[in-house]
């Protein structure tokens, strides 16, 4: 029996290191190669060894397939590709083709300039692992072979981030990637149509959050910056360079625009201005009313947001800044948190989701003093505060997309154990479906049933619509019959009558004739009569003839009366059939041996 | 399968396509060319224009001075300009399912056919195509309404008046069909009815029919459609392009193995190679500007002016004349401008890769940062306070005959110092310059056609192979001013069927098969046996089901047992319910081991007796003959039902059911 096959290397039952391996009709995918933002040693990429112990990796995959720019989603690519080998093709939107590489060029930086670290991957190696990256375009059918096809579907989260579909033959898998249902400031809403999938793999980060509406998070947000920036505190937000970091830019924006504030917003890294410029280039990426709106005014060129430097974290006064990176794990951010972290004044929201071990997770969690490098500690006075900004789709979104796509099971990846555990079971009680909740290096296997293809004579169909009427009836359905000719690789259902030509064969005539004697005291023209009469009652759906020559003809069975000269009331009734009216003929033999009403 | 042709202009094709259930519209180009009939449309009051004499038959009789005007011998319609649609008479517009439009210049009479027609159906094109084709009807529809006339011209219309009329005029044909431009309300509600497709993105229709957008390296978002089903695959190839200009490379493989390959859209211009035009262009420019004349570029808002443009930035700096100012000129400019740097996936590579650094894909964005190239609405406002000449004006409309460029030949044609350089294909320059006769000014004539040529063309569909082509008629002749050009037409075996405006063409379809699902459970209950080496049959009795075009064979579900309370006579009563068909059989029954067979059986006293076509065998205590020839046997047996029926599956142990 066909079957599917999907095993996380990462993010099975956690977040960080995004990397599924699909096995689906003789062909394996690789759905994201991403590395994890709390590990500092192996376990910070995903395990590759699971797909081969020696050796390169190229001939055990047909493809990769990168769902958006985030590194825990395309950290390892490099890794994966230039140090461990894989020269297959490396799948992913425009966007992310532009954005990925300085990404990892920074992650790059960070730790082996930064931390010292060697044996990691070097900016040469980002380059050719660029060069094996083939762009998808949205809903584009991407051929990768004979068989293999992929297509990509819009995900919101940040610019450029997809979903895919993969399918070869009848059977096929959704692979969402991060994604998010409501359109935010700049980004739309993910889409996908009904192409009930085998299986969806669903991201499922904020599986049992129902985030109030977006409206309500986002004044609340701007309420808090404003109320520190009124008291002369400074206020930190730890973002991404792209993604969110525009939303809550354009947010800002309007917002200080409308109330006229004149405390100094900073973007932190030289990226900023290059990084909108992406946003500017790849506008159709971005929501409707920024796309139809940008020949009047491009939203991503900001007029109260300035670049940041290293010197102004200690300007007095108050001032926002955005910073990167978003978990307060490395970077300028985490380095003007350690010197506004004491004053009470001031405040750090964490406007995304933060995995454990980082600095980020630990001040979510309330804790008070942090243990710095040297043994030195962090006394946190700050207030700290978490808005959801980040955009996945919460509970309510991971449902709206299975009622969109319909998959006939469902396996949730990216998120907490527990919190799966209780989506699971809501998504096995509303959808009736089985969810899977695979940890990584664990094998989920779904057994598909495809149907056979197979090419049917026109004539046949055409034939079998019309004797089946335009609304079949359900209670008694026509059975339909034809011959499947078999022959290399071709399968063709046709009508028994040209198979026999098409083969050579000839057609074996296998009839029966059967005599009934009856007394009636009629003579035969009248004997024949009553019988038709007979018929007429007891048959009522089948086409009864009386011939003139001395025939009755039903369907096509034929039934004559003879009789004798010395006993004309003994009469011989003679019914011929052949095979194709065995029932009937059988049935009416029978029949007719019990004589005729009288 | 037919081909209904609504439109005869190779380059502004209609056609509409039944296919299977489908009824399926293959662009709509609007021929604006009927606006050549028609006076100018100035922006500012021509003293020039509203002086030209009106016309008067020579003897009297007719008296059209308020609908006519004469200028240099010539006579034009006082009226705004009307243009000639696709046909609406040949078939019932309010059917067409679907319209697929290859390209924004192949869309121009969408509103005339999704609107006040009964249309409901859907109409797919690329986002560029959308986004660019929303600006050249909104450019159309602003030029029309800048420039408001009071009183439509119908007179000159009637037969009788058109016929004694002189020519051109008296030989346009159709004239009653001619409509003005629409309004941007239809504009609005025709363009919502657009669905966008990306290349290669499969769109299922009816579940019958699956078409596919293609590049076709012709324009940004420029299609070819491939229209298929399992077994048949229509390709419409429109407006293509083998050159590298901006947009992606056309794709031709995916148009291999076409069944018929319907063919619009070929270069206008069969004798002038587009890279010469362009430095024929530079060279023009530059010797006017270097006099102190001023250039004029009629051109359309989007395409070739953005190849002008980028190889402008590169040959003015080269040429010295880094200081002249560009202007250009619509009430979509700047759109037209912005749009162009969005559509980075629709580009080519080397324009791709740009967006990667990033840095917009074309230089124009340069030009407009260093103030060489100004964009302006109109030549009212910001423009008439700024600009300087000698300078070179891109604006539109190519027919001479709408748009601010009406404004510059008043302005400049007295000049011989300026120079007018047409670039666009669309129309006879000689015709555009009619209403502006005597003219001073300098006219250069570079068409710049970059679509397939008739060379490339044949090159083509030797590598892809359809087997039928359909095409315009012209393409199947030399060009009327070079009749011995023969190169100039399709020369193909069979030979490509033509049409024409009104063609209603069959085409050669035979289909045979469709696609249909064996359900699983039904596919593993078949058993298959093998007729001879390689080929396999199994009978298939199963329940068919139809929905959506799709077809499924389910198993026949297991009639449901009989109530044993129901007494079993009665149920033999009933007839037999269903009329299950039995299924044909083949073969033959040997004598010998038929013999030997009925011996196991228990009958052994068999009689037999040779006959010209076979045996006859007398089963002597049963009192029963079996016939037996090559192709038949014949049971006959009175009175014995339960014998009969072994004696039938006896003999069907020896032969094959189909």
Redesign the interface.
């Known amino acids: 029996m066909p079957d599917i096959k999907i095993t996380p290397l990462g993010a099975g039952q956690d977040v960080g290191r995004s990397c599924i391996l699909v096995s689906i009709g003789g062909k394996n995918i690789m759905l994201d190669c991403g590395m994890h933002m709390g590990y500092n040693d192996d376990r910070r990429f995903p395990d590759f060894s699971y797909i081969t112990q020696n050796g390169r990796l190229t001939e055990f995959l047909d493809c990769v397939i990168i769902s958006h720019f985030h590194l825990d989603h395309c950290g390892a690519l490099p890794y994966m590709s230039e140090m461990v080998g894989y020269d297959g093709p490396i799948y992913m939107t425009?966007p992310t083709?532009?954005i990925c590489p300085i990404l990892l060029e920074d992650f790059r930086k960070i730790t082996v300039d930064k931390k010292g670290e060697t044996n990691f991957f070097t900016s040469q190696m980002i380059k050719d692992c660029m060069k094996k990256v083939v762009?998808l375009?949205?809903?584009?059918?991407?051929q990768v072979d004979e068989e293999l096809e992929i297509?990509a579907y819009y995900a919101g989260h940040v610019l450029g981030a997809a979903m895919v579909q993969i399918k070869v033959g009848l059977e096929s898998v959704v692979y969402t990637g991060d994604y998010n249902m409501t359109p935010d400031r700049h980004l739309g809403a993910a889409w996908i149509d009904k192409c009930r999938p085998d299986i969806l793999i669903s991201e499922s980060t904020y599986a049992t959050t129902i985030r109030d509406s977006k409206r309500c998070r986002e004044r609340d947000f701007l309420k808090k910056v404003h109320e520190t920036v009124e008291r002369g505190g400074k206020v930190l937000i730890p973002v991404f360079a792209l993604g969110r970091a525009q939303e809550l830019c354009i947010l800002l924006e309007t917002f200080w625009e409308r109330m006229n504030l004149k405390a100094p917003i900073y973007f932190s890294t030289g990226l900023t201005e290059?990084a909108n410029?992406?946003y500017?280039?790849?506008?159709?990426w971005t929501n409707q009313k920024i796309r139809k709106t940008?020949?009047q005014r491009n939203m991503f060129e900001f007029k109260h947001i300035k670049a940041f430097d290293r010197s102004y974290a200690d300007n007095p006064g108050p001032m926002v800044v955005f910073a990167t990176p978003g978990m307060l794990h490395a970077g300028q951010s985490l380095q003007i948190f350690k010197k506004w972290a004491g004053n009470e004044k001031n405040m750090v929201i964490m406007p995304g989701y933060c995995v454990q071990g980082t600095v980020g997770h630990k001040i979510l969690n309330g804790q008070k003093k942090l243990e710095m490098e040297g043994r030195a500690t962090l006394d946190v006075k700050l207030q700290v505060e978490y808005m959801s900004f980040s955009a996945h789709a919460d509970a309510k979104g991971i449902m709206q997309l299975i009622r969109m796509a319909e998959p006939r099971n469902m396996l949730l990846v990216h998120g907490e154990a527990k919190k799966m555990e209780f989506l699971k079971d809501k998504i096995e009680q509303e959808f009736s479906i089985s969810c899977y909740m695979p940890a990584n290096g664990e094998t989920t296997t779904i057994v598909t049933?495809?149907?056979?293809?197979?090419?049917?004579?026109?004539n046949l169909?055409k034939r079998?619509?019309a004797l089946?009427g335009p609304l079949?009836d359900a209670k008694?359905?026509?059975?339909?019959?034809?011959?499947?000719?078999?022959?290399?690789n071709s399968l063709?259902?046709v009508s028994?009558?040209q198979?026999?030509k098409e083969?050579g064969?000839?057609?074996?005539?296998?009839?029966?004739?059967?005599?009934?004697q009856l007394h009636d005291p009629h003579s035969d023209t009248d004997t024949l009569g009553r019988i038709y009469t007979h018929l007429k009652s007891?048959?009522k759906s089948?086409s009864i003839q009386h011939v003139p020559d001395g025939t009755v003809i039903v369907?096509s069975i034929v039934i004559k009366v003879t009789s004798s000269a010395e006993e004309p009331n003994l009469k011989v009734i003679l019914l011929s059939w052949s095979?194709?009216?065995?029932?009937?003929g059988?049935?009416l033999?029978?029949?007719l041996?019990k004589g005729l009403p009288s | 399968m037919k081909l209904y042709c609504l439109s005869g202009h190779p380059t502004l094709p209609c056609n509409v396509l039944k296919f299977k259930s489908t009824t399926i519209m293959l662009d709509c180009g609007l021929d604006t060319t009927a606006a050549l009939y028609f006076l100018p449309l100035p922006l500012v009051h021509s003293p020039r224009l509203s002086k030209l004499p009106g016309w008067v038959s020579k003897d009297g009789a007719i008296n059209l001075e308020k609908e006519l005007k004469e200028c240099s011998g010539r006579v034009f319609v006082d009226s705004q300009p009307e243009f000639c649609l696709p046909e609406k008479e040949l078939l019932d517009l309010s059917t067409i399912d679907v319209i697929l439009i290859s390209n924004y210049h192949c869309m121009m009479a969408l509103p005339y056919i999704t609107e006040h027609t009964g249309f409901t159906g859907t109409v797919y094109a690329t986002e560029p195509t959308l986004q660019i084709g929303r600006l050249l009807m909104e450019e159309l529809v602003t030029f029309m309404e800048r420039v408001p006339k009071a009183h439509a011209a119908t007179c000159w219309k009637n037969k009788e008046i058109q016929r004694l009329l002189p020519g051109p005029l008296k030989d346009a044909v159709d004239v009653w069909s001619w409509r003005k431009c629409y309004s941007m309300q239809e504009v609005n509600s025709a363009l919502s009815k657009v669905q966008l497709v990306g290349y290669s993105q499969k769109v299922e229709l009816f579940g019958a029919v699956q078409v596919t957008p293609l590049s076709s390296g012709y324009s940004l978002g420029s299609s070819n459609w491939i229209i298929q089903s399992h077994y048949e695959k229509v390709s419409y190839v429109s407006g293509s392009s083998l050159l590298t200009t901006h947009p992606q490379p056309m794709e031709q493989s995916s148009l291999k193995n076409s069944d018929v390959l319907i063919l619009t859209g070929l270069t206008q211009i069969p004798t002038a190679n587009p890279d010469g035009m362009l430095g024929e262009f530079c060279s023009n420019l530059a010797m006017t500007i270097r006099a102190g004349g001023n250039v004029l570029v009629p051109c359309y808002s989007s395409g070739v002016i953005y190849d002008l443009l980028e190889c402008l930035y590169q040959f003015m700096d080269s040429a010295n004349l880094g200081t002249t100012p560009f202007y250009f000129i619509s009430p979509v400019a700047n759109s037209s401008l912005e749009f162009s740097q969005i559509f980075a996936e629709w580009l080519c590579q080397n324009k791709q890769s740009k967006v990667y650094l990033p840095e917009p894909p074309f230089p124009h964005a340069e030009l407009i940062q260093t103030n060489k190239l100004k964009h302006y609405p109109s030549i009212h406002g910001d423009f008439s306070s700024e600009f300087r000449q000698p300078c070179v004006v891109f604006t539109g409309h190519p027919s001479l005959r709408f748009g601010d460029v009406v404004h510059f030949m008043e302005l400049w044609g007295k000049s011989s110092l300026n120079t007018i350089i047409f670039t666009e294909p669309d129309f006879s320059y000689l015709d555009a310059l009619a209403p502006y006769q005597p003219l001073a000014m300098k006219c250069v004539y570079c068409p710049i056609d970059t679509r397939l040529n008739f060379h490339q063309v044949s090159k083509l569909l030797k590598d892809i192979q359809p087997l039928h082509v359909v095409c315009p008629e012209p393409y199947t002749q030399p060009p009327p001013a070079q009749p011995h050009r023969s190169d100039l037409m399709l020369e193909l075996q069979p030979p490509p069927m033509a049409y024409r405006r009104c063609s209603v063409l069959g085409l050669p379809f035979r289909r045979r098969y469709e696609r249909i699902h064996l359900l699983p459970e039904l596919a593993r209950s078949l058993v298959p046996s093998e007729i001879k080496a390689g080929v396999s049959v199994a009978t298939v009795s199963a329940v068919l089901q139809s929905k959506d075009n799709k077809h499924v064979l389910q198993p026949v579900p297991k009639p449901a047992p009989v109530p044993p309370s129901k007494k079993r006579k009665r149920v033999m009563e009933e007839p037999p319910e269903v009329l299950n068909p039995k299924p044909l059989l083949s073969g033959a029954v040997p004598l010998e081991p038929f013999l030997a067979m009925l011996h196991k059986n228990g009958i052994t006293e068999v009689k037999v007796e040779e006959t010209a076509d076979g045996h006859i065998l007398h089963l002597q205590t049963e009192d029963v003959l079996i016939q037996l020839e090559e192709d038949a046997t014949h049971i006959i047996c009175d009175n014995n039902e339960p014998l009969r029926t072994a004696l039938r599956d006896l003999v069907l142990r020896f032969l094959q059911k189909l």
């Open positions: 425009h083709k532009a762009p375009n949205l809903h584009q059918t991407v297509k290059k410029h992406y500017k280039l790849f506008i159709t940008f020949v049933n495809p149907s056979v293809p197979v090419d049917i004579s026109l169909l079998e619509m089946g079949p008694r359905p026509r059975t339909m019959h034809g011959t499947l000719i078999m022959k290399d063709r259902l028994p009558e198979a026999l083969l064969l000839s057609e074996h005539q296998l009839r029966f004739t059967c005599r009934v007891v048959l089948y369907e095979y194709q009216d065995e029932e009937l059988s049935f033999s029978t029949l041996k």
